[in-house]
């Protein structure tokens, strides 16, 4: 459904974005994620025509971006960071000039109005003005005029931004709910929202792609380098350095330490390789040192840390 091959656009003698490569397939929800000025909005506002290319190809439901920007434009809906939106008209009212101007044959306007109110869940907010709305539903607002004229390719620039945690999860539900009937490209830099609102993921770092694949699969590129968090009570200096001597244990960090009447309890760290399964050796020695054992688990790598570990790396990798 989108296909986006080698894109750049240089400002001057700066690179915005560089050769990005990515695709996205008819029906699911790709997560753009990259760390702030990455060039994440650079690529939404090229996808959505509102800006050129210097170089590279990008299409959308098989026609291009540049060459044919018309025909993208009435097969896309797009909801840039800050939702483009008229204060003073109500919701239904501002949806149905949307749908006017989008195209929207006038014997269907009324039905796709309401359509895209009941997708967003705002029946009891349509004669509202959109003014004395809450940021929450004003972003449902913008993401029902993106899908009012029910376009195949939905482009959400950072949806969720300045909305507080119910309002977070109830734009995600939405996200969720549009999948399959719409192909979607969903630019953030929330982690939370990519690894449960996303199919497949394209991490974008200083204007070049890293990585692209589904969130699992980046996050089994670390599954060796996860640990153990263990809550231990006694003198943990004297077992620091036999806890780095067990094989596959690479590093030992003591997080906090709570004084409990003549004694400490540390909560502490293990880097680890797990495919070495070190943990009955670490338990072992903890316990044969005399030492209280109250907690150990095994931790492992989240979707955070295939992100951090990406963006300082210094060249891209392959997805393959």
Known sequence: MIEVQHLSKIYGSTAAIQDVDFSVESGEILGFLGPNGAGKTTTMRILSGYIPATTGTAKIAGYDVHEQSMEVRRRIGYLPENPPLYPEMTVEGFLMFVARIKGVAS???????????????????????????????KQRVGIAQAIVHDPPAIILDEPTVGLDPKQI??????????????????????????????????????GKVVATDTPDNLMSQLTATGGYEL????????????LTQIKGV????????????????HLIHLAADLTVEPGQEIAALIVNQGLGLYEMRRTRPTLEDVFLDLITEESPISDE
């Open 169 to 206: 999860i109830e734009v995600r539900n939405l996200i969720k709910s549009l999948a399959g009937e719409h192909t979607i490209i969903l630019s953030t830099h929330i982690l939370p929202e990519v690894s449960m609102t996303c199919d497949r993921v394209t991490i974008i770092n200083k």
């Open 231 to 242: 809550e231990v009570k006694g003198d943990i200096a004297s077992v620091e350095p036999l």
């Open 107 to 137: 014997g269907d306007r009324v039905s796709r109005v309401n359509w895209s109110i009941e997708r967003c869940q705002l029946q009891d907010k349509r004669k509202i003005l959109i003014r004395k709305l809450s940021k929450g539903y």
């Open 250 to 265: 690479s590093k030992v960090n003591i997080k906090s330490t709570i004084k409990q009447e003549n004694t400490e309890v």
